[in-house]
């Protein structure tokens, strides 16, 4: 485990370090990036979760980025049917879920706390990962409900409005989040977040909620 002591600046040049591997297109370090994934997900951190040590958080999460980037077929490959057009869900598979998974988590982490500029950094990167490989809907199929999570606590976030100066962002990605499968949203996830997921409603006020919420718009309830 890394002493907390010399942390930021032995920490953040070392992971600055891996960065420029797990970017490296050629397939020379393609053997490293389980251990990398594993350094950072089993020592650093659980040494930086509950810390207030913004910048290495920062380059932590930046190495991650790069590792789903630079090597999204280390989780996900796809069949030569579905290169081809044949697209189904059946003929994608998931590989080192566990470590897709834990990476994914401290994302969703990072959101329930206070630090904005790591909350809009992340919030970025899924959309970028988004925009590039369809990342909520490979959140979808993967075990645990990871994409219902990350909608929950983006939303508890908007209706306590500790990241106000983030509303519009983080709207964006719940729109996006839900256009996965609208009717699975509107239909079941939001009623059910609206009467269970929220404290402190009258049950005249959640009904108001739910009749505002207009199915294939960006949500944009207001708490």
């Excluded at 040590?53 to 069949?79: C, Q, Y």
């Excluded at 709207?171 to 499968?181: F, G, K, P, Q, S």
């Excluded at 609206?194 to 949500?219: C, F, I, N, Y």
Aim: glycine share 4%.
């Amino acid at each position: 485990m890394l002493m907390v002591y010399g942390l930021d600046l032995f920490g953040c040049r070392f992971l600055r370090l891996l960065q420029v591997v797990v970017k490296d297109p050629s397939s020379a370090f393609k053997a490293f990036i389980p251990n990398i994934i594993r350094f950072c997900m089993e020592q650093i951190y659980p040494v930086l979760a509950n810390r207030d040590v913004p910048d290495i958080k920062s380059v932590m999460f930046e190495l991650l980025h790069g590792v789903l980037v630079s090597h999204w077929r280390h989780f996900f490959t796809t069949s030569v049917l579905d290169k081809v057009g044949a697209s189904s869900k059946s003929l994608e598979r998931i590989e080192n879920e566990d470590q897709f998974m834990a990476i994914m988590k401290a994302i969703g982490e990072s959101f329930l706390q206070p630090d904005i500029a790591l909350f809009k950094q992340n919030l970025a990167s899924m959309e970028s990962l988004h925009a590039k490989s369809r990342l909520y809907q490979k959140l979808a199929l993967v075990r645990g409900g990871l994409l219902s999570q990350l909608l929950n606590v983006l939303l508890h976030v908007l209706a306590n409005k500790s990241h106000d100066l983030l509303r519009e962002e983080i709207t964006l990605v719940l729109h996006n989040m839900a256009a996965v499968d609208f009717e699975n949203f509107y239909g079941n996830f939001l009623p059910h977040f609206l009467w269970s997921g929220l404290d402190g409603l009258t049950e005249r006020q959640r009904e108001e909620l739910a009749r505002g919420v207009d199915m294939h718009k960006v949500p944009r309830v207001c708490f």
